[in-house]
């Protein structure tokens, strides 16, 4: 999961890149590089550290050139060292890589490169192999040095004797590229390309691009010229920005009011949902006997709401798996298990290798995905995309709850097709769905009280999360926030199983989130709590606005969330849980939209 950028034209090849990447920095920000062609050679700037470091670097060696290629790394192959910075060069060729050589060791050894290499990594070994192949024909040494590699990879090359040229190929990782006033441009995801234009295109695996000033060829590996079929950006491009927000990550829990109308709106027709723009079929909900959901992270959470949806609603049985699990669990999936692969940037190796194998057992499928034309959406039968935008902070929130809004979408449709719900009953689910903009509205607008609330649990070194049933589900997402941008260790527990052991760790003051949400799982969620406050915990419980509480309790603090209809109430609650994270992150003085040793999207098994 790192950044990678390609340049070539008539601009300042050194600030387009090093723009790009400050774009790009949230795939992976240990170290970052770039390489300027001139002269019959590359001339490299690279080292650990951000952007920024990179930015002086230049400043210091002063680059020169209008045809460059740069990368942002999150190591995978080899420490955190200058020397594992990219760009990588060996003999006349430089380059850039996105992914994992798997069979880096026995290229090494069959090409000889024992005390040749400068790095640790498998990247070099590529530019190696690469050398080896080239006798001045760049498409033939791209060809039989791709034959070679097994793995994943996002290559971009530049050969010493190829002035202004920029080759590309690609296996699993994403490469989009396209042509600007005046050049062309290459990049892992079209964040750092909107910028120069809105038109742009996905490389498909084994094929091979020639970016040159004046355009861009493509070939497949055997040679022939292949068509391009261009994309266009459908969000509103001033969008990528920070937008005034001191982080992504505060714009975008801003933006989820919006973004979920826009999800929504798309696909209710008369108050009744409708997938028709995405040519699903009715059969495709109203034939399968079961549900997998492969997804990981936040995508994965959303999949378990989707679940207590579906078989609350629907009658069927939903599973949801940890993608990384996936195939190595003996899956039981066939054509008549709908598989539904979520992801936000449809760029995760684990979901689209879970939804590839699914496939193969003959599951219909749908992806719920963020980013238009990525790997995932174009793996599967039918996609559903979430209108979020770009969704920068390595944090997910409003991707997350745009997945759920299309998960309500595919509820609702589901018992559509299988006749199972009247139009009135239909209407009033659809009715209450679009009120959720709304009601979130109303929630950013104590955002300072959650401040506060946030600031209970600043200095905690373990937070507990406890609730049941869906709630349970609503705090797996809320405690991988928490954990993810303030590194306080945080576990979300189902209540009923605390007294199973985990409720030995609450001790005096030991700071615990509660959710209670659901009118059936009210009682016992209470005495739950019940249980761990004659232990000592300080609680903070979330619950609906217009619930009553015994006087006698002894609430360290509550607050109290708009009321929406029980299947609904995640959306609130995961807004207020977002904003703790957040503010607890922010008061911490971390970098909120880049946590450490993470990367915005994983593209490593
Ligand atoms: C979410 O906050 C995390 N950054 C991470 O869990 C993420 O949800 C996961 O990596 C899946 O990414 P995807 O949705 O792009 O597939």
Redesign the pocket.
């Known amino acids: 999961m790192c950044g990678i950028i390609g340049y070539t034209g008539k601009g300042r090849a050194e600030k387009i890149m090093l723009d790009a990447l400050e774009l790009l920095e949230y795939r992976g920000y240990d170290s970052a590089g770039i390489a300027l062609l001139k002269g019959g050679s590359a001339q490299i700037v690279k080292g650990t550290g951000r952007v920024r470091d990179l930015r002086k670097l230049c400043a210091d060696q002063k680059p020169e050139g209008t045809c460059g290629i740069g990368h942002t790394r999150w190591a995978t192959h080899g420490g955190v060292c200058d020397a594992n910075a990219h760009p990588h060069r060996f003999g006349h060729i430089t380059l850039i890589h996105n992914g994992i050589i798997e069979n880096y060791r026995e290229l090494t050894e069959k090409y000889g490169l024992e005390g040749r290499l400068k790095s640790e990594t498998d990247s070099e070994v590529a530019a190696a192999v690469l050398e080896h192949f080239y006798t001045g024909d760049p498409y033939s040494a791209i060809r039989r040095t791709v034959l070679k590699l097994k793995g994943t990879f996002a290559l971009a090359i530049m050969f010493d004797d190829q002035p202004d040229k920029i080759f590309a190929v690609r296996n699993v990782s994403p490469i989009v590229a396209a042509v600007t006033p005046g050049g062309a441009i290459l990049s892992s995801d079209v964040a750092a390309i909107v910028p120069y234009t809105a038109v742009y295109f996905v490389l498909p695996e084994f094929h091979v691009a020639c970016l040159k000033p004046d355009g861009i060829e493509m070939y497949d590996l055997s040679g022939d010229r292949e068509e391009i079929e261009w994309l266009k950006v459908d969000w509103d491009v001033t969008r990528s920005g920070k937008g005034g927000y001191p982080f992504y990550m505060e714009k975008e829990i801003m933006e989820q009011p919006q973004v979920i109308e826009e999800t929504i709106r798309p696909r209710i027709k008369d108050n009744m949902p409708d997938f028709s723009s995405e040519g699903i079929p009715d059969k495709v909900f109203s034939a399968c006997q079961r549900i997998c959901v492969i997804?990981?992270?936040?995508?994965?959470?959303a999949g378990l709401v989707g679940k207590s949806l579906i078989q609350a609603m629907i009658g069927i049985h939903v599973d949801v798996v940890m993608?990384s699990e996936f195939m190595y669990n003996d899956p039981v999936v066939d054509k008549d298990t709908l598989v539904i692969a979520?992801?936000?940037?449809?760029?995760?190796i684990?979901?689209l290798e879970a939804l590839k194998f699914a496939r193969k057992c003959g599951s219909p499928s749908i992806s719920i995905v963020?980013?238009k034309g990525a790997s995932?959406a174009r793996e599967s039968e039918y996609v559903i995309y979430t209108n979020a935008g770009p969704e920068i902070?390595?944090?997910?929130?409003k991707?997350?709850t745009t997945?759920l809004a299309v998960l309500y979408l595919v509820t609702a449709r589901m018992a559509v097709a299988r006749g199972l719900w009247g139009s009135e009953k239909i209407r009033n689910f659809i009715k209450e769905l679009l009120r959720v903009p709304e009601v979130m509205k109303k929630i950013l607008d104590t955002k300072d009280e959650i401040h506060r609330l946030a600031g209970t649990i600043l200095n905690a070194r373990d937070v507990f999360m406890i609730g049941r049933g869906l709630d349970y589900s609503i705090l797996l997402?809320g405690s991988?926030?928490l954990k993810?941008v303030s590194y306080i260790h945080s576990e979300a527990y189902a209540s009923g199983e605390l007294k199973h052991g985990t409720i030995a760790l609450i001790t005096e003051d030991t700071p615990v989130i509660a959710v209670v949400t659901q009118e059936k799982l009210k009682s016992k969620e209470l005495s739950n709590i019940r249980e761990v406050q004659s232990r000592g915990a300080r609680v903070l419980l979330l619950i609906k606005e217009n619930e009553t509480l015994d006087e006698g309790e002894k609430w360290s603090c509550i607050y109290r969330l708009p009321q929406m209809e029980d299947p609904f109430m995640v959306m609130p609650a995961s807004i207020v849980l977002q904003l703790i994270a957040y503010y607890v992150s922010l008061d911490k003085g971390l970098d909120v939209d880049k946590p450490r040793n993470?990367a915005?999207?994983?593209t490593v098994e």
């Open positions: 997804a990981c992270g936040t995508a994965m959470h993608a979520i992801s936000q940037s449809g760029e995760t684990d979901t963020n980013v995932i902070a390595v944090a997910s929130t991707a997350y997945q997402e991988l926030k993810e993470l915005k999207v994983v």
